[in-house]
Every structure is written in structure tokens, then in C-alpha cells.
């Protein structure tokens, strides 16, 4: 189990990015998920340590609080832009990462084909890196990854760039690779929740808006979205719209309609209103506006 404390960050003195984010990551797959700029690449980089901070980050690891370089060896990391020397072929990248995470410099050749063969990039061992698909490079990236057996596996982005088909195969290829290990994978893209994530953290503006199991989040809104009609709402009917997150306004059958979700307590709302199954777009616009909120 690894775990984050009242982690604030600020670049300035009066711009705060993080605010007092606290959560913990289970073997598995975690999804870090939330709108561009929310601080997904800012948290990412604070605990890798690639972002100068007033001071180390700690992270409890198994009971054990770890900070700097003790931390950094149990971690392995790979940015969205996974960028290497274009013209090295990948079995030299290999190489270079193994030394540079202090293997033997003469790091043995079946097991390089034994990592490369993990992430199926083996037929693409003497061929250099920028004549490879984006897709290819994403697989090498996660190779480098592998090297030195991390307990810790932090993805920045991913699959941003890779074709739908290719993604497909990318899932695959995590979910092998990773298993039994901690995996924190930030992203945008609502099909990666889907297919990927055991368990979801989401901020917004960097604040926590939500933190627990995929399954609990994907149900949380279960019997709690409405269509309502626009026109002739009384007025208790328009408070509980204006207490409600909008989700939507759209055309219906019927005429103009809000698509709204509330949590609170409200029997008659299903008597009055149209419920309706909440879509993962509808579960992520909820928890975003109310991490806005605070």
C-alpha cells in the first residue's frame, strides 16, 4: 500500500496548484483522472521528484515512510513524452536505462530479450527508435520501465497520440506487464476508465474530488440523474435544479430539458422527474464541478 499525505504545491505565493490532496494506491491499477489543468502532470512530477519542491515529498510505502532517492528506487516512471536519443537503436536504449538505474553495465542479452519480448518489441530490437511507430515508442517506454523490477509504476498520459487500434492493444499490453504491481496512470480519456482502472483518484482545479474503487465511482450516481422539463417548473421544482449540477440542456422528444444530478435525499424527485442511467461522461462532470466547489 502506498500512501500520500496533505500534499500542497504552489509555484507562487499566491497560485496554489495542489491543495492538501491525500490518498492511498492499492496494488493494481489507479487512474488519475480531471480536466486539463487540474494538476495531474504537477502531481505526477512532485512525486517523482522531477519538480524542484521546498522540500521531498513523502510517501508512506508498506508502513515505511520513503522520501527522495530511497523513494525514487522504488519507482519507475515514464513521461508522455517519452523522448531518447532518436538515433539509438532500442537494444541500446535498453542498455542505457539498465545502467542508468545501476544494473551491470553488461546487462544480459536474454534478459533485455526477455523484457523486449514482455512488451512485444522484440522484432524491433536493432532498429532505431525514430523509425519506430508512435505506438512501438509507447511499448519501449514501458520496456525502460520494467528494467529493475519497480514496486511503483507511475504513467503520465500514455495513450495520448495512439490510435484507437492501437490503444486497444496498449490496455493489453499495461495490464500484462504491470501485474502485481502499483500503478498510478494519469489520463484524459474516459475509455481508458473503462477498460484500465481498478481504482480512481480525480481532482479538480487541485483539489479531490473523488477517491476510491472504479466500481463504487461508475454506480455512484446510480437513481440519482434526471431529465426535466425546462418550461413550467414550479418552484420547489426549480430549487432542486439550481441545487443539482447541471450535466446537460438539450432537445428531447418533449421539448427542452435539463439533465441534472443530486445526491441528496428527495423522495418524490423519481415521481416527479424522469430518472435515467448516468453515463461515465455524467459521473465525471459531477465530481469535477464538485471538487470545483470544494
Request: glycine content about 8%; aromatic content about 8%; charged content about 25%.
Amino acid at each position: 500500500m502506498v500512501t500520500v499525505k496533505n500534499l500542497s504545491y504552489g509555484y507562487r505565493k499566491n497560485k496554489q496548484v495542489l491543495h492538501d490532496l491525500s490518498f492511498s494506491l492499492r496494488p493494481g491499477m489507479t487512474l488519475l483522472v480531471g480536466e486539463n489543468g487540474s494538476g495531474k502532470s504537477t502531481l505526477i512530477k512532485l512525486l517523482v521528484s522531477a519538480l524542484p519542491a521546498k522540500q521531498d515529498v513523502e510517501v508512506e510505502v508498506d508502513g515505511q515512510t520513503l522520501r527522495g532517492v530511497a523513494l525514487k528506487q522504488k519507482m519507475a516512471y515514464l513521461p508522455q513524452g517519452f523522448e531518447i536519443y532518436p538515433t539509438m537503436k532500442v537494444r541500446e536504449i535498453l542498455r542505457f536505462v539498465a545502467k542508468a538505474k545501476g544494473a551491470k553495465a553488461d546487462m544480459a542479452s536474454d534478459r533485455i530479450r526477455e523484457i523486449a519480448c514482455s512488451v512485444h518489441v522484440e522484432s524491433f530490437l536493432d532498429q532505431k527508435f525514430k523509425e519506430c511507430s508512435i505506438g512501438t515508442q509507447r511499448r519501449i517506454g514501458i520496456a525502460t520501465a520494467l528494467i529493475g523490477n519497480p514496486e511503483i509504476i507511475i504513467l503520465d498520459e500514455p495513450t495520448a497520440g495512439v490510435d484507437p487500434k492501437e490503444r486497444i492493444h496498449f490496455y493489453q499490453l499495461v495490464k500484462e506487464a504491470f501485474a502485481g504491481k502499483t500503478v498510478l496512470l494519469a489520463t484524459h480519456i474516459l475509455d481508458d476508465m473503462d477498460v484500465l482502472a481498478d481504482d480512481v483518484i480525480m481532482i479538480s482545479q487541485g483539489r479531490m474530488a473523488y477517491s476510491g474503487a472504479y466500481r463504487d465511482f461508475r454506480h455512484s450516481l446510480d437513481g440519482h440523474v434526471y431529465e426535466i422539463p425546462t418550461e413550467a417548473l414550479t418552484q420547489s421544482e426549480s430549487d432542486y435544479v439550481k441545487r443539482s449540477v447541471l450535466l446537460g440542456n438539450y432537445e428531447g422528444d418533449e421539448g427542452r430539458l435539463y439533465r441534472v444530478a443530486n445526491r441528496e435525499t428527495s423522495p418524490d424527485a423519481a415521481d416527479r422527474f424522469t430518472s435515467v442511467k448516468p453515463t461515465l461522461e455524467d459521473i465525471w462532470l459531477y465530481y469535477q464541478e464538485m471538487g470545483r466547489n470544494g
